[in-house]
T-cell receptor
């Protein structure tokens, strides 16, 4: 079965410092990986995705993610964190079994950026 | 703004009642997905429709049903509500519903069952 794991419930970082939110995946076949962000009382906003090609994927709001096949990881990164980046971040993998295209989400990582 | 709209934003009801959640996909998107977000279960896929037809089912209870109408909007019906059904219900849409596409999410409907 396809799955993703987000090993950290919370990540704390000071404003201006680089941030990393970790995600590992387990899939059969090619992985289709996504990052979403959820601000308080808001829906999920798409940040970026990896389908194929360059292992470094650039997304919205200055975020990027690095796909690492050997380590089965897809960590989200940003060179310089902002207080406004504080939110709940979800990694997801597309379930390609059968006819479903559902997303399988990790448990989420709360990012707290201190001023 | 993702272009996906959901109504109502909030819903408070009692156990045993029935409610209907509505979703309008982004213009041109044929696929609609429903997800449930709760504290104990996290984000879970419920059901997917493509151009009016059910395409896939996830962990959707028999008390729940959905449909997609000819104008492509979708409704999720929740009946015989229980306290444990309290959750945030998201709708998402994508173009054709294939593996490479991004799913764009609506703002959600927060359901509270008392």
């Amino acid at each position: 079965a396809q799955s993703v794991a987000q090993p950290e419930d919370q990540v704390n970082v000071a404003e201006g410092n680089p941030l990393t939110v970790k995600c590992t995946y387990s899939v059969s076949g090619n992985p289709y990986l996504f990052w979403y962000v959820q601000y308080p009382n808001r829906g999920l906003q798409f940040l970026l995705k990896y389908i194929t090609g360059d292992n470094l994927v650039k997304g919205s709001y200055g975020f990027e993610a690095e796909f690492n096949k050997s380590q089965t990881s897809f960590h989200l990164k940003k060179p310089s964190a902002l207080v406004s980046d504080s939110a709940l971040y979800f990694c997801a993998v597309r379930d390609t079994w059968g006819a479903t295209n559902k997303l399988i989400f990790g448990t989420g990582t709360l990012l707290a950026v201190q001023p | 703004d993702s272009g996906v709209t959901q109504t109502p934003k909030h819903l408070i009801t009692a156990t045993g009642q029935r409610v209907t959640l509505r979703c309008s996909p982004r213009s041109g998107d044929l696929s609609v997905y429903w997800y449930q977000q709760s504290l104990d279960q996290g984000l879970q896929f419920l059901i997917q429709y493509y151009n009016g037809e059910e395409r896939a089912k996830g962990n959707i209870l028999e008390r729940f049903s959905a449909q997609q109408f000819p104008d492509l909007h979708s409704e999720l019906n929740l009946s015989s509500l229980e306290l444990g059904d309290s959750a945030l219900y998201f709708c998402a849409s994508s173009g054709q519903g294939n593996f490479q596409e991004t799913q764009y999410f609506g703002p959600g409907t927060r359901l509270l069952v008392l």
